[in-house]
């Protein structure tokens, strides 16, 4: 089994910023695509953001320019920069590993709460 451990939620203020950090075990973790999805209350959860094993990067548009997604393969950890966050951004973030060649197959964290509120 890969267990995902997130981090680094909280509350900030609008224009404000917060780094996401997400640890994984129990697996390769290069051989990975991670990826960071989110879900407001009330809503449908969303894909933010995703890197492939390869380094490749995808963002749902209303991120992009403001949220970066890095991986560091040597401490096993996907982080999610976010940046001049918005109260729209408010959601429970989780992280997500899965492998392309095994469909269907992803993990997940238990997720971290950022509220951007004033």
């Known amino acids: 089994q890969v267990q995902l451990v997130e981090s680094g939620g909280g509350l900030v203020q609008p224009g404000g910023s917060l780094r996401l950090s997400c640890t994984a075990s129990?697996?390769?973790?290069?051989?990975?695509?991670m990826g960071w999805y989110r879900r407001a209350p009330g809503k449908q959860r969303e894909l933010v953001a995703n890197?492939?094993?390869?380094?490749?990067?995808n963002y749902v548009d209303s991120v992009k320019g403001r949220f970066t997604i890095s991986r560091d393969n040597a401490k096993n950890t996907v982080y999610l920069q976010m940046n001049s966050l918005k109260p729209e951004d408010t959601a429970v973030y989780y992280c997500s590993a899965n492998r392309p060649r095994f469909p269907g197959l992803y993990y997940w964290g238990q997720g971290t709460q950022v509220t951007v509120s004033s």
């Open positions: 129990g697996g390769i973790f290069s051989i990975y695509a």
């Open positions: 890197v492939t094993s390869s380094g490749y990067t």
